[in-house]
Every structure is written in C-alpha cells, then in structure tokens.
C-alpha cells in the first residue's frame, strides 16, 4: 500500500486548495477513504471519508461546507478542495486506508493558513 499526498501550502485565511492521494498497492476504488490532519501538537483527526460503495462522503463539523471530498477511480487519486481555510485548518494533511482511520503511511502534506 502507497499513499501520496500532495497539493499543500501557505495560503491566506479565507484562501483555497485542493489536496491530491495518488494511491497504488490495493483495490482503491472498492475501499473507504479518509482524510486526515495533525496539527502540531495534537493528536490526528479525522477530516472527511469518501466511501468506495458510494453514498454521501462524512465530514468533521469543523470542516463541514467547506471542505468537499472526491475521487477518480481512473486515476487512483482522492481528493480534497478546501475553501474559506482558517487559521486553524493549518495542520499536516494525509489520505488514510479505511473509514475513520487516522495511520499515516505517507509522508502527508502541510497546509499553512496565515496572513
């Protein structure tokens, strides 16, 4: 199992980006997704799940209507498109394997919310 993050920055509070998880090693477009973050010094938190049957993604309130969840199966890749980012979203993001699972295999990417 490979998971590869990417799409992280320094951005403005209220700003945007959109987060990529090139996965490789497993059957991705059967499996739940997870995104997850770490903020420094704290534990990590579960973001968002896109479920590999389909039905409506989840999302952590702190993140609710601003964050969207998506995937290509063609492509292998899980996607986040964060909006109206906040201080407080700055953390250490990663894709996890399964529901609500929060074991980073990646080296994750970082995302800044400073102005």
């Known amino acids: 199992v490979q998971l590869v993050e990417s799409g992280g920055g320094m951005v403005q509070p209220g700003g945007s980006l959109r987060l990529s998880c090139a996965a490789s090693?497993?059957?991705?477009?059967?499996?739940?997704m997870t995104w997850v973050r770490q903020a420094p010094g704290k534990g990590p938190e579960w973001v968002s799940v896109?479920?590999?049957?389909?039905?409506?993604?989840s999302y952590a309130d702190a993140v609710k209507g601003r964050f969207t969840i998506s995937r290509d199966n063609t492509k292998n890749t899980l996607y986040l498109q964060m909006n109206s980012l906040k201080p407080e979203d700055t953390a250490l993001y990663y894709c996890?394997?399964?529901?609500?699972?929060?074991?980073?295999r990646g080296q994750g990417t970082q995302v800044t919310v400073s102005s």
């Open positions: 896109m479920f590999g049957l389909g039905g409506r993604p």
């Open positions: 090693g497993f059957t991705f477009s059967q499996d739940d």
């Open positions: 996890a394997r399964g529901p609500y699972q929060t074991e980073r």
